[in-house]
């Protein structure tokens, strides 16, 4: 079983009270209980169990504007006692840093909407395995799969994030995730693909039969590529990547990169960025969504915000630390993005994937080729190539490449959005970026 | 040597019992306990940023019979937590009728020392370094805009006890220090980044104002991107620089090598063993014994010793990486490469450091062979997709060759290859093998742990170069 609210909380304020004992000025802890328990298949068979529980206490003290923090997993009173002290003495010769504070105590959460984030049902591993043994079944019909690995993952958490002004709350969360990865091969080649499925809710994940079905339809799709020739395409991002995009926006706009002028998206509030069409919306308060959150990690509220309004930047996503340099309230957003997505285009995927004659549509990208700084774009990548519409055959070993500032001017969507995971796009296609092959 | 006990309600024998009684059935299989002392310093935008202090600890359990492996991991050292692990175990492996496997072999070499390298050094002293650092490169260069600087130690303790109650100790120290350099001109904005790190005190890696270097290299790196032009897109030759740019070998090569994925028939090298993958000259070697290094570990996360394995000798492939469960499996032995990034992750085969090793080509000869192409001297990182081959890595400082001479720095570019043919194309390997700065971590499976790379200068005949000039 997971730690109840109740222990969780008389460690938070032992914490508390032991930081302004000692001479603290202000203090914030947050202590997390999480427990999972997984089960991977492969090739039918039983291949591992792994069962997770984990304790974490992550605390921090202020004297004035001088900050430091200590971490650890061991929350015997003890031990917090001996961190604590020395988290003090640190926190007494680090520099002062006139940003360093607490929230305003005006924007903390007052109420804590019902997200129905949790889900009390429990999978025993046998029951995890039968949902294994069917998903692999459906994915192993096709003689040209040779290798199937899949797992179901059960998490449960909760946690308690409390600080010196009096904020104390925090709420349970579950997760229930299948995947599986199919190794197809013919004359030719080898081939990887996988599909997965992963919600709140145990009722709500797709049926196992189902994501085998589509694993190892995907895979073989892929069998026997060629590489093609280099030179200038549209690009068709499927949704599970195009989501990748929009996290390096939301990267890009994060109040630390631009406090500290490392992003290409600096000085653009108001600006341009995207085509009149395109709308960025996040959105925390979604019930049952992946990215859902009833505040942020310091305790701040987070409201709905439409980051992008027909092509113009209206907001970056701010925390505490990072607003008050910037002269800014904090938008709720320490930690990231809540729910985050483009709504939707205009056109369904057929028209979408004919709006050129010839054009590249991606499946998955490799490789760390983004730079936020400079907005430039260059990844591995694999697909498919599409001609008047039509899949042709499939593609690898070839490069994409680009300018954020141009591509982000050159999207279009499709109106297929779904919410599958906390970052979610439509399928997106790019006018003009470079592909590089043989 | 019993300090994981000291505070719970367990004694060694305690340990010993549930440890034996667990395993009884099974093929293989550990208690594995690890304390962690850890900290990070972070200088940025002319500010400590951040300090922190973190301490871990926990067990993580593990089962093996045949082929399937339960594990489960707590942060709680207590009877009641060791015996839920342990029902837990059984439970999983219901049927399981192994014979377990007590031979394990030992080693009296140690490639590092029992220290705790953050209490060497005052956080005061560290604070200094910083600020000297900040105040250095923001002096040096008017167009330096950003500085970030940072320094994170650690002290891990690892204990290993075995089915007969075998017991396996290691300390490992680990750390590295850190800059990252932007350089704002005429409105454009480029980073250069450089560190260092090994298996030592800080001071080991500073003394004789060594800071300075690494400072004055991310700042070289930076300025030579401000003037850097669109890089090049198709297929062209490629001399790749000393050192770090072996991530190559570590992407292409290395991740394919590694027991699992052989063993699962998932990798595109598992059926060419005692084959020719790279061309002649070309040898390389996954060594976890080098003193001091990244990479290197006394003993594995199983308690095996590590050793230098010869991954591919003179062209041909002679061994693949294993931890315990793939070599029992496929019938081979232990490399000593059974790795977790921590208590809470299951034992892979895992890279420790990877180097090609020097032929007789100089770098200059390589270069002038080259009519049109990139000679890349830094690295990003890179990623692999093991079953199709195809790998990738980022450069992050590169210039063009023309007709046989450096020419202009070009931008930032992903370079895509094949793995399995990658080393084919290698037409010329250089007499000037490089070890790595010391910065490497390699993920797999979502775990992080720290790697080295090596290698001489190569001329590869042909890669993809993924920019956007036609």
Redesign the interface.
Known sequence: MIKDQEYLKSKASYCLDLAKKLGATDASVTVGNSISESVNFRNKSLDESNRSDSLAISIETYIGNKKSSISSSNLLDKNLKILIEKCYETTKITPEDEFNSLPDKDILAKEIKNLNLYDNSHLDNDKKIDYLKELEQTASIDKKIINTESGFTENKSNFILANSDGFCNGYKSSSFSASCVAVAKDENSMERDYEFTSKCHLNDIIDPKNLGKIASEQTIKKLSPKKIESGKMSIIFDKRIAKGLLSSFASAISSSAIARGTSFLKDKIDHQIFSETINIIDKPDIVKGMGSQCFDSEGVKSDSLKLVDCGFLKDYLVDTYNGKKLNLKSNGRSGGSTNLYFENGNMNIEELLRIDNRSLYITETIGHGTNLVTGDYSVGATGFLVENGEFKYPVNEITIAGNFNEMFKNITLANDLEFRYSVNSPTIFIEGMTVAGK | MSKFFD?SDLTRKDVENIVSETLNNCDDGELYLEEAKSESILL??N????????????FGFRAISD??????????ISKD?LKN?SA??K??LKSSKGTYNHEIPKTNNKFYDDINPIEQKT??EK?EVLNQVNNYLRKKDSNV??VTASFSGEQKSIEIIRSSGEALTDVRPLIRFNVSV?L?KNG????GVYGIGGRQSYDAYLKNDNWKKVCEEALRIASVNLDSKP?P???MKVVLGPGWPAILIHEAIGHGLEGDFNR???S?FHDLMGQKVASEGVTIVDDGTIDKRRGSLTIDDEGTPTERTVLIENGILKNFMQDRLNARLMNAKSTGSGRRENY?H?VLPRMRNTMMLSGNHSQDEMIKSVDKGIFAVSF??????I??G?????CTEAYEINNGKIGSPI????????GPSILKEVSMVGNDMMMDPGIGTCGKAGQGVPVGVAQPSILIDKM???????
């Open positions: 505070k940025d935008d500010k400590i940023k951040s300090s922190n202090y973190s301490s871990d600890i926990g082929e399937v492996v339960a594990y489960s991991h707590s942060n709680e937590s692990s837990n175990l439970s999983t956080l005061d604070l805009k950003q932007m704002e454009r904005k480029e980073t890089a897109a198709g297929e699962k028939k998932t595109a809470k299951i990003g990182g890179g990623q692999v997709d079953t199709s195809k790998f990738v890595f980022n931008k930032g570019a992903t370079l895509i290859g094949d993809t170069v993924g920019g956007t000039k036609l």
